[in-house]
């Protein structure tokens, strides 16, 4: 700890930035405090860095990506490899930070663990992934070939609602294919990203490679601006998604920013309701609703909404709130502030005319008493006009709204302003495959509530859910990463001897 951080840190853990292959207190000696939410207390204190904090962070990336760059792809594989294999073995150390810091129960932890190691898994095969193509002869003695080379420093800006799986989206494809990383996650959970930066070491990556700043605006924006970071991957809410996207544009960078959502389920009356309300009900308060693809809004079309409301609110009597290290089924909010805003729109839902059939104020929690909970809350009777169902509430709050046809769910769908995940629940295939078709939105569900592509597909909303073309992974991943470069070669002999001013054209 450095002298000059406050009186009142020095007696509490105080989470350093990772540059260089090593912990670093930076010059900034402003700090934000890290909850754990299960128990409403400062757990710890993480830096939030300056500017000049950023600068070194980058400086260490861009003196690593000559080396980096130039190292084989056997070697990165390996190394890449080890990685995949020490996560493994150690998931549930990674698993305990994310529900100390986040809240989120053990076994929500690891199936995030679990989707970020798949992306590592599509990693592996860079070598594969990132090959050029070959066109031999295009003109007489003439190939051309293309390359896929690393940009350089790529800046990484990630929520908190998914402090492994978000990052893991995008530095296992950077760092593969050659590029050096900084990330800066997020200030309320940021434990995860220096033991995965560290892990990241351990399996053999040379420091500097991967960096962690941690910080608040001043050092997102220090990245957005800074002339040696080559692109910008962001998630987060969609005001900051705009602002980061416009920004970094701006300063000539490539970026993807991914933002926030208001998912939809459509039940048609002939889906099997007992399958639905649990479809329902998982994705609706699975992580307390703090995912981007959570579902918020049941859109029932009649007469299944009597039915479908009572399987809802029957099941949600089941669920047991608490700690999410004692096994439960939610666990609590992020932060106190998040938990009261949330909260607050059970009373504007009853202002707006809606029926509030489970309230999740006062829940039993098997946690201390100071933790940030809410219990699951269950609307009926919304307006598409209230705002409750206009707002990204990013909690445990499934809303239902009535509607009398399928096309009268599919219109409130394209209406939305936000394009993320969807899902339609029926038993009518032709119904399934005209919504896929119609729907305006980026991830679609067939009978399957929570659509996060696979690793080897690509992940992206539409709408004000994403700025730029840019999904994250898959294909995409490989695409952002890299830069193509295409090559025309001819080795000379006498026949390509003369003048000719004219446009190259192939004979
Ligand atoms: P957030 O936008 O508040 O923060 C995201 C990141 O931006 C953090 O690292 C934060 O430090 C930084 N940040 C915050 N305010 C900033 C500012 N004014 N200027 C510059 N940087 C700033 O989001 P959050 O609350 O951490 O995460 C929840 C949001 O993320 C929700 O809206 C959710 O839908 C969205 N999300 C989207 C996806 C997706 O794939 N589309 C995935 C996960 C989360």
């Not at 909303?461 to 490989?478: L, N, R, T, V």
Request: charged letters at 20%; proline letters at 5%; hydrophobic letters at 45%.
């Amino acid at each position: 700890m450095t002298d000059t951080l406050t009186d009142t840190l020095t007696d509490t853990e105080v989470l350093n930035h990772w540059i260089n292959g090593a912990n670093h207190e930076g010059s900034s000696t402003r700090t934000a405090p890290v909850y754990n939410p299960a128990r409403g207390i400062v757990a710890k204190q993480v830096r939030l860095a300056s500017t000049a904090d950023v600068d070194a962070a980058v400086a260490s990336a861009l003196a690593a990506f000559p080396v980096w760059r130039e190292t084989s792809q056997a070697k990165r594989q390996t190394i890449m490899y080890n990685f995949r294999e020490l996560l493994n073995a150690r998931k549930g150390e990674l698993a305990d930070i994310l529900t100390a810091e986040h809240g989120k129960v053990t076994a929500d932890a690891l199936g995030e663990i679990a989707r970020g190691i798949e992306v590592v898994e599509f990693a592996l095969g860079m070598p594969h992934l990132a090959k050029g193509e070959f066109s031999e002869n295009v003109s007489t003695g003439v190939d051309v070939y293309t390359l896929r080379q690393p940009l350089g420093v790529v800046g990484i800006i990630s929520p908190f609602n998914f402090p492994a799986m978000v990052p893991m989206w995008f530095y296992p494809i950077a760092i593969a294919a050659g590029n050096t990383v900084v990330l800066k996650p997020s200030e309320k959970d940021p434990s995860a990203a220096n033991w995965m930066a560290e892990l990241m070491m351990e399996a053999g990556l040379p420091a500097g490679v991967f960096n962690v700043i941690h910080g608040d605006k001043e050092a997102v924006d220090a990245l957005l601006v800074h002339p040696d970071v080559q692109s910008i991957s962001f998630v987060g809410s969609t005001p900051i998604a705009k602002y980061i996207f416009e920004t970094a544009s701006s300063h000539g960078k490539r970026v993807q920013a991914l933002g926030g959502a208001k998912n939809h389920m459509l039940v048609l009356p002939d889906a099997d309701l007992d399958l639905t309300a649990d479809a329902a009900v998982n994705a609706g308060f699975g992580s307390a609703g703090e995912r981007c693809m959570a579902i918020s809004v049941v859109l029932a079309v009649e007469p299944v909404a009597d039915d479908l409301i009572a399987k809802i609110a029957e099941r949600m009597k089941g669920l047991r709130v608490g700690d999410g290290m004692r096994g439960c089924d939610m666990g609590p909010l992020i932060t106190e502030a998040h938990r009261d805003k949330v909260a607050s729109y059970i009373d504007l839902a009853t202002t707006d005319g809606a029926d509030v059939v489970v309230d999740g104020r006062g829940v039993e929690v098997d946690g201390e008493a100071s933790g940030f909970w809410l219990g699951p809350t269950l609307f009926d009777k919304v307006s598409t006009e209230s705002a409750v169902y206009q707002d990204e509430i990013f909690g445990p709050v499934l809303s239902v709204v009535r509607v009398e046809s399928y096309e009268e769910g599919l219109d409130i769908i394209n209406r939305g302003r936000y394009g993320n995940g969807t899902a339609i629940f029926t038993n009518d295939g032709g119904a399934g495959r005209r919504f896929q078709h119609e729907v305006q939105v980026g991830m679609v569900g067939i009978n399957v509530p929570i659509p996060v592509p696979v690793a080897y597909h690509s992940f992206g909303g539409w709408k004000e859910s994403a700025f730029g073309d840019a999904k994250a992974y898959g294909p995409a991943g490989i695409a952002f990463f890299t830069r193509e470069k295409a090559v025309t070669s001819r080795w000379l002999d006498p026949s390509h001897g003369g003048i000719n001013l004219g446009f190259p054209q192939s004979h």
